[in-house]
């Protein structure tokens, strides 16, 4: 029988919140001993399937499971099947580009589910499975998202040691609102390397529209930099001092252009919900692979968050019940708003648009956002439009196929 995802899973959003757990000395000792041996189990059964060459969840199981149980000890049987599962979703997209068996760190994230943690909400206590036993702990957080835990069905978690604090994001399951027709357009938003964003309403993104501490787009390349040369200048030195200070900025500038695409994605959807549109962007997969730069800047480039951008924005418009499109990115800043026109030769600098028949001239990144507000409207159509014939799909439907033919031709 096929294993169905609920209705809840299926019509829901999903939504990560993140606890902070308040362990014991002896449960935090037993927290990182079974964070331990689930890694240590995770890259046991990673060998055998790269030995055996067996990558599929069921066969896997079958293969492994024994076997990991009597090589590691303290491992559960819930324990033993996650680390399968978690082999198994490792190999799943990146099977082809593996030379050799994946290692699994020692303290990375281990993943929980409703058979090795049960919550206590009305205590704010977590039931988790340790080699020694379950150790219930506290948890605490931010108050919304203790609010979402006590009221939202829960999913999987991932327990975290991150310098010392003991985390468990756990996955939550959001209704899902109906998506409001956009009677009032697109807000075309185009993704850059000089600008972050820019909308078709003008809007230059980060800048005056967002308030905090990044002044825009030149004080964001300062200030990646910046970070670049320190990080260049402290692993040319090597010492143990410098080594030091790398890993207490580790993780900093990423976390700076995280929070900048969440306040460009929160402006844009909220933009677009007051005034009932909906949100176009480029589909840009596989550019940095289309592109051809000058090898001083391919690591602009490659550290170019435009992913992760697209990922918030659609999220984020979800949950608001907003339309989101993806929409072609050829040509959106050569090609007139106006008149169509579309030239080379209307890009006469960087960020210049000038066109050449009708004279329109402004931004380029502004005209590529209205280029795209205009395609998602288009593409919004596609998306919308019923079936040509008004009969149902013969891909969907076995009835609409046309009758076997009886003869023996």
């Known amino acids: 029988m096929a294993i169905r995802r609920s209705a809840t899973k299926r019509n829901g959003l999903p939504m990560i919140v993140q606890l902070r757990l308040t362990p014991t000395p002896a449960q935090a000792d037993a927290l990182a001993a079974a964070v331990q041996v689930c890694n240590q189990a995770a890259t046991a059964v990673s060998r055998l399937a790269w030995q055996h060459r067996v990558f599929a969840v069921v066969e896997l199981h079958r293969l492994a499971y024994y076997e990991v149980r009597g090589q590691v000890a303290g491992l559960g049987a819930q324990a033993a099947v996650r680390a399968i599962a978690r082999v198994a979703g490792a190999y799943a997209n990146r099977r082809a580009s593996k030379k050799r068996a994946h290692i ?19 205590a704010r206590t977590v039931s988790l499975w340790t080699p020694t036993g379950r150790v219930t702990v506290s948890y605490v957080g931010r108050p919304e ?4 835990v ?7 978690a991932d327990l975290i040691c991150r310098r010392g604090v003991w985390l468990l994001q756990v996955a939550l399951i959001l209704p899902k609102p109906v998506v409001r027709e956009p009677v009032h357009g697109f807000v075309g938003v185009d993704q850059g390397v000089a600008n972050l964003a820019v909308t078709c309403d003008g809007a230059v993104l980060p800048g005056p529209a967002l308030a905090g501490s990044v002044d825009g787009n030149g004080h964001v390349r300062t200030l990646r930099e910046r970070r670049h040369r320190q990080r260049r200048r402290l692993q040319k030195k090597g010492t143990s001092a410098a080594r030091r200070v790398l890993r207490r900025l580790s993780g900093r500038e990423h976390r700076m252009m995280t929070d900048l695409n969440h306040q460009i994605s929160k402006h844009v959807v909220r933009e677009a919900e007051r005034t009932g549109r909906g949100i176009a962007l480029e589909d840009l997969q596989g550019i940095r692979g289309r592109v051809r730069v000058h ?3 391919r690591r602009t480039l490659h550290n170019w968050a435009f992913a992760q951008q697209i990922t918030f924005t659609r999220y984020k418009a979800a949950r608001a019940g907003v339309a989101f499109v993806l929409v072609d990115p050829a040509y959106t800043s050569q ?27 402004g931004h380029a990144d502004h005209i590529a956002a209205r280029n795209i507000a205009a395609r998602g409207i288009a593409g919004w159509a596609v ?15 076995r009835e609409s196929k046309p009758p076997a033919s009886t003869s023996g031709s």
């Open 335 to 361: 090609a007139c708003p106006e008149c169509g026109w579309v030239s080379r030769a209307n890009r006469p600098a960087r960020g210049r648009f000038v066109c050449q028949r009708c004279g329109l001239a």
């Open 383 to 397: 998306i919308n439009q019923p079936h040509a014939t008004g009969l149902p799909s013969a891909r969907r439907d």
């Open 145 to 148: 998202d203790l609010k979402a």
């Open 150 to 156: 006590e009221a939202l069905p829960l999913g999987e």
């Open 295 to 297: 090898r001083f800047q």
């Open 104 to 122: 699994f760190r020692p303290h990375g994230a281990v993943p929980y589910d409703a058979r090795l943690m049960s919550f206590n909400r009305d």
